[in-house]
């Protein structure tokens, strides 16, 4: 078993409700999921590691904790898209409680950016 990444990583209700529904349509997603946090996010906020593939949100209301989103989610559903996949990923990160927290989970043919409403709800 590998050590753990983070200390916390919470699904919020609405993240569960979506990745519920996408995993109808994409049997990998949950699993992917655990890849993307392994990889993508631990080189992103622990070593401080950036492929162009997560950027925060910016124009929110509050500046903490900081919200990001992901466009470069492999999703082994979509074969041959790679990172390419149109799973996009919104998440935020306390960096002194080491949590991450899934906001949400959408396919970029479904919608076209993130759910602002969705994320002020929680944070403000």
Same mark, same amino acid.
């Given at each position: 078993m590998?050590?753990?990444?983070?200390?916390? /990583? /919470?699904? @919020?209700?609405?993240?569960?409700?979506?990745?519920?529904? @996408?995993?109808k349509r994409f049997r990998t997603i949950e699993s992917d999921l655990d /890849?993307?946090?392994?990889?993508?996010?631990? =080189?992103? #906020?622990? @070593?401080?590691i950036d492929n162009n593939g997560i950027f925060r949100i910016t124009g =929110?209301?509050?500046s903490d904790?900081?919200?990001y989103k992901a466009k470069k989610?492999?999703?082994?559903a979509l074969k !041959?898209?790679?990172? #390419?996949?149109?799973?996009?990923?919104? #998440?935020?990160?306390?960096?002194?409680?080491?949590?991450i927290e899934f906001i949400e989970i959408y396919y970029k043919g479904d919608k !076209?950016?993130?759910?602002r409403a969705r994320i002020n709800r929680y944070y403000m």
């Open positions: 590998s050590p753990k990444r983070f200390n916390e /990583i /919470i699904h @919020l209700p609405a993240f569960e409700r979506d990745i519920k529904r @996408l995993a /890849i993307f946090v392994e990889t993508e996010l631990f =080189l992103f #906020h622990k @070593l401080n =929110l209301s509050f904790p900081a919200v989610f492999a999703c082994r !041959g898209k790679g990172v #390419h996949s149109g799973i996009r990923v919104t #998440h935020a990160y306390y960096r002194e409680k080491d949590r !076209g950016d993130e759910d």
